[in-house]
T-cell receptor
Framework: RKEVEQDPGPFNVPEGATVAFNCTYS??????FFWYRQDCRKEPKLLMS???SGNEDGRFTAQLNRASQYISLLIRDSKLSDSATYLC???????????FGTGTSLTVIP | DVKVTQSSRYLVKRTGEKVFLECVQD?????MFWYRQDPGLGLRLIYF???????EKGDIPEGYSVSREKKERFSLILESASTNQTSMYLC??????????FGQGTRLTVV
């Protein structure tokens, strides 16, 4: 079983729509959680960390559900510039074990 | 602006060649990583290093080696390149407790 699983999509949504991605993780010892954004042929870049109480950054909201072992990312009022692949990342413990989902592809359509 | 820099964006090598991928970070981070990224498989850890001359195997170390002679530089070596090593290679570094910061990636094609 993979450590981290994501729906690969693709998600094609119109501008202004709200879209949500989920990501499940298998190791209950997971300590830290992140969402990264990756543009085509570019490196992943941190979008936001995910905190236990949930957190928001502008149009982006991240949630963590430890009981069900999943994290989510909600994007409101989608922009064309949000088109990218979104990777969920899980850190086991506090060391160097990072596990990456395969990414969810989002295309925002005019 | 803090940076992780990989020496090449695109590289084409022949089967059997010895290939060096270089990565330099300017943040004095202790931990550095090499991943490869393939469609449908995501990022997979090849090797990481937590200090100069220290290294640990990741999930897919076969066919690769690494070198960390200085804190800022972490090199990935393909001893004898094969076509199944055609991939996107990503270097990252981090300070303890922080999330990884990636270099721009090297797209390697082995022909």
């Amino acid at each position: 079983r993979k450590e981290v699983e994501q729906d690969p999509g693709p998600f094609n949504v119109p501008e202004g729509a709200t879209v949500a991605f989920n990501c499940t993780y298998s190791n209950s010892a997971s300590q830290s959680f992140f969402w990264y954004r990756q543009d085509c042929r570019k490196e992943p870049k941190l979008l936001m960390s995910v905190y236990s109480s949930g957190n928001e950054d502008g149009r982006f909201t991240a949630q963590l559900n430890r009981a069900s072992q999943y994290i989510s990312l909600l994007i409101r009022d989608s922009k064309l510039s949000d088109s990218a692949t979104y990777l969920c990342v899980v850190n086991i413990g506090t060391g160097n074990q990072f596990y990456f989902g395969t990414g969810t592809s989002l295309t925002v359509i005019p | 602006d803090v940076k992780v820099t990989q020496s090449s964006r695109y590289l084409v090598k022949r089967t059997g060649e010895k290939v060096f991928l270089e990565c330099v970070q300017d943040m004095d981070h202790e931990n550095m990583f090499w991943y490869r990224q393939d469609p449908g498989l995501g990022l997979r850890l090849i090797y990481f290093s937590y200090d100069v001359k220290m290294k640990e195997k990741g999930d897919i170390p076969e066919g690769y080696s690494v070198s960390r002679e200085k804190k800022e530089r972490f090199s990935l070596i393909l001893e004898s390149a094969s076509t199944n090593q055609t991939s996107m290679y990503l270097c990252a570094s981090r300070e303890g407790g922080e999330r990884p910061l990636f270099g721009q990636g090297t797209r390697l094609t082995v022909v």
